[in-house]
């Protein structure tokens, strides 16, 4: 009992419906939902990190079912795409340890997302994924940083 199999954090923003941008949370909703003048992180995920030249590539079209209520890729979906991407070996040999993603750009049904993915040794049974998914105009959707360990 009292072990902790997994922690998540998220970050909330108020997005205006029609700028499709971030605005300011009106007061009367920040009372409500008791919203804080703080840090959502003590940990930055650092996007430099991840290196320009990723070897493991796939593409994929963006299919109905990858779309959420804001008729937009569920982020979740990203991360699955990320996991198609990655080399064989560490898929089949390791289990994820760790996963930090940074969602960019949104996109919609009918576009092709081009997922990138590659992995770096870092211990003798640990290795390092770096992942990034653009759209077919070379703009990021998302990147990602994942640590494998051996099974």
């Known amino acids: 009992g009292g072990k902790i199999y997994c922690l998540g954090k998220s970050r909330w923003i108020f997005l205006s419906l029609e700028r499709k941008r971030p605005a300011r949370i009106p007061r009367e909703y920040g009372e409500m939902y008791n919203v804080q003048d703080r840090t959502a992180f003590e940990y930055s995920f650092k996007e430099d990190s991840i290196p320009g ?3 493991h590539k796939k593409e994929f079209e963006v299919r109905r079912g990858d779309i959420d209520t ?3 890729v569920n ?10 991407a ?6 089949n040999n390791y289990h994820m340890k760790s996963l930090e993603v940074t969602y960019k750009k949104e996109t919609s ?3 092709i997302a081009s997922c990138c993915s590659d992995c ?4 003798p049974e640990e290795w ?3 992942h990034r998914i653009t ?5 990021e959707l998302s990147t990602a940083s994942t640590v494998w360990k051996k099974i």
């Open 109 to 111: 049904g009918g576009s």
């Open 75 to 84: 982020n979740a979906r990203y991360i699955d795409w990320m996991l198609e």
């Open 53 to 55: 030249n990723l070897e």
């Open 135 to 139: 759209d077919l105009q070379g703009n």
């Open 120 to 123: 770096v040794k870092n211990a």
């Open 128 to 130: 390092t994924g770096f």
């Open 86 to 91: 990655l080399p064989e070996n560490i898929y």
């Open 70 to 72: 804001n008729s937009h």
